[in-house]
Nanobody
Framework: VQLQAFGGGVVQPGGSLRLSCAASGFTLGYYAIGWFRQAPGKEREGVSCVSSDNSTYYADSVKGRFTISRDRNKNTVLLQMSSLKPEDTAVYYC????????????????????WGQGTLVTVSS
């Protein structure tokens, strides 16, 4: 039973990347799934969350630029990132909440129980 995030890489400012969170051993569709990121020297912060009913939540810093979605056929959650900025540089993680819903406190790291390995996103010219 595990999660794995992948799709990171190096991209120029203004560019796009799509991250994927894949699960093995359980069905992502039953749970709220969050994306978090951690930049060097900073605390892990919530980026986005999608509930089982496909309700979505975003940090103010990424609203309008990032889109979270589910691919239930592939048992994955995607994070489409556009108009990337250098300050988006971080290791990105996905995690599942032991609940179908993200809720108003969706960005609380401690409320997410199962974490995948991170994937590094570097935005640099």
């Amino acid at each position: 039973v595990q999660l794995q995030a992948f799709g990171g890489g190096v991209v120029q400012p203004g560019g796009s990347l799509r991250l994927s969170c894949a699960a093995s051993g359980f069905t992502l569709g039953y749970y709220a799934i969050g994306w978090f990121r951690q930049a060097p020297g900073k605390e892990r912060e919530g980026v986005s969350c999608v509930s089982s009913d496909n309700s979505t939540y975003y940090a103010d810093s990424v609203k309008g630029r990032f889109t979270i979605s589910r691919d239930r056929n592939k048992n994955t959650v995607l994070l489409q990132m556009s108009s990337l900025k250098p300050e988006d540089t971080a290791v990105y993680y996905c995690a599942n909440r032991p609940s179908p819903f993200c809720g108003s406190k969706w960005s609380f790291v401690r409320d997410f129980g199962r974490w995948g390995q991170g994937t590094l996103v570097t935005v640099s010219s």
